[in-house]
């Protein structure tokens, strides 16, 4: 008969910011709009070899939530079902709960790779097992869900065995919770993915049956590429055996990996017995490096922008910045010869980065974004693998400098007025407006008057947008 007892289903307490892993897969069918993952490992359970002591991570994403306020913050209800199947199909246990996630202020939901974990622990014969994992939003409705194969291994009472290995995110000291082992708290890696800003790998194993006769037992580790090739191997780790089991912690470094899939091998040698366990993980890019992608990714119609190396680039990158650049800065731009341009231009968003400590400039690519949809849309020609005149035109060029209104007025032609626009900046200067007229019925509109500071200003401008009324003064 088959045995499982879940005794423990945690409030949705401990938690941890995960790496963002940019196109990552979410592991919940495409009917389900809420991330969800899931992890697990298989222990020894104490003395009894006909049933194993099972552990499932699994974790959701916080910014998916829908929060409520209430007297002290804010909180979020899920209603969470766990069911365990046979491989033949057959339900052996479900459970069914509803648990909070609070917060303090709505700035903590807005962090978008906070990852909320929990564990369900179960004791299971050995076999082929699936475990559903069901989440659902009570406020928004959003659910989640995730299918994880249990293949639960059969431990000896007699021989050399290993556990299997968990991947753990996280070590920090003990604090009473239902992830503390070996007398620290483990957060466990439930997507078995890391990036380079992890930086570290960490193992978790328990080795049991260890012969007290012997001195000591050894632990070696290595890792494998997608090839099978061996790709790192760690020092052996030689431990004193003090008693019939015995626990494996290690960690490894992984920002020099290449980005894939590994392999880990991890083999315990006890006098003339050996026993391996084997776990695969994932190594992605960081946020700096994905940051780099994106900034090259939306800066690819303009090479300029990094480096110049032609007359015609360093022609198109002053275009590019002389609503932007100072008069000094242009000055000295057009002094330097084509080789030490790129330099300057480098030095040049330098100045303007917003947060230096990032992997992009913020401003670099708000500014191109501002170009950009300036050419697309004010444009009076775009001929085959131009990037248009639109930057040239008096709308334009406020676009570049301000960035889009905050409210746009459009007037068409009547038989009083001509066709004019008033672009309304309300964070500008305590708000100001700017007034283009289309004097000449063809679309090209000009600016005529702004109450911005530095921009030229025509307090007839009424008259101008009604000839009728000029001719008659």
Not at 110 to 122: H, P, W
Not at 127 to 143: F, L, N, P, Q, R
Not at 252 to 273: D, H, P, R
Not at 439 to 454: D, F, K, L, P
Request: proline share 4%; aromatic share 12%.
């Amino acid at each position: 008969m088959r045995i499982i007892l879940v005794i423990s289903f945690l409030l949705l307490s401990t938690s941890v910011i995960f790496a963002q892993t940019p196109g990552e897969i979410d592991q919940s069918p495409a009917v389900n709009n809420m991330f969800l993952a899931a992890d697990y490992a298989c222990f020894k359970y104490s003395d009894n070899i006909e049933v194993c002591f099972v552990e499932v991570y699994y974790s959701l994403n916080r910014s998916q939530l829908s929060f409520q306020p209430d007297s002290v913050g804010y909180f979020a209800l899920m209603d969470m079902n766990v069911e365990i199947k046979t491989e033949m199909g057959d339900t052996i246990d479900a459970n069914s709960w509803r648990v909070a996630n609070r917060i303090s202020n709505l700035a903590e939901a807005e962090i978008s790779n906070y990852l909320i974990n929990d564990i369900i622990k179960a004791r299971l014969e050995p076999g082929e097992y699936t475990i559903t994992i069901k989440a659902s939003d009570v406020y928004s409705g959003k659910t989640g869900m995730v299918q994880l194969p249990l293949a639960i291994p059969s431990f000896s009472d007699t021989d050399l065995n290993l556990s299997q290995i968990e991947l753990v995110y996280q070590i920090t000291d003990a604090d009473g919770g239902n992830f503390d082992k070996a007398g620290m708290n483990m957060i466990p890696n439930t997507r078995s993915i890391y990036s380079h800003d992890d930086e570290i790998v960490y193992l978790y194993a328990e080795v049991y049956n260890l012969d007290q006769a012997l001195i000591n037992y050894t632990c070696d580790t290595r890792v494998y590429d997608a090839n099978g090739n061996l790709y790192k191997e760690l020092p052996p780790q030689t431990s004193d055996i003090t008693g019939d089991s015995g626990i494996i912690l290690k960690g490894f470094n992984i920002v020099a990996f290449k980005l894939g899939s590994y392999k880990i091998v991890m083999t315990v040698y006890a006098g003339g017995n050996s026993v391996s366990e084997e776990k695969y993980f994932e190594v992605t890019p960081g946020r700096r490096e994905w940051e780099l992608a994106r900034e090259k990714q939306e800066l690819s119609d303009f090479p300029e922008a990094d480096e110049i190396t032609t007359e015609e680039e360093a022609k198109n990158f002053r275009n590019q910045v002389l609503y932007i650049a100072t008069r000094d800065e242009l000055k000295q731009y057009d002094a330097l010869p084509i080789h030490a341009k790129t330099n300057f231009a480098t030095a040049f968003w330098a100045r303007r980065d917003p947060t230096p400590q990032t992997g992009i400039n913020e401003f670099k690519l708000e500014h191109y974004e501002r170009f950009r949809y300036v050419n697309e849309e004010y444009s009076s020609f775009r001929s085959s693998g131009s990037t248009g005149n639109g930057w040239r035109s008096d709308r334009g060029r406020v676009h570049i400098v301000y960035g889009p209104p905050s409210d746009e007025e459009n007037f068409p032609s009547s038989l009083e007025e001509l066709p004019w626009v008033r672009w309304n900046y309300d964070d500008v200067e305590g708000g100001v407006y700017f007034i283009f007229v289309d004097e000449s019925g063809y679309g090209n509109y000009r600016m005529i008057h702004s109450t911005a500071r530095s921009e030229p200003k025509d307090y007839n401008w009424e008259t101008r947008i009604r000839p009728s009324a000029a001719n008659i003064r």
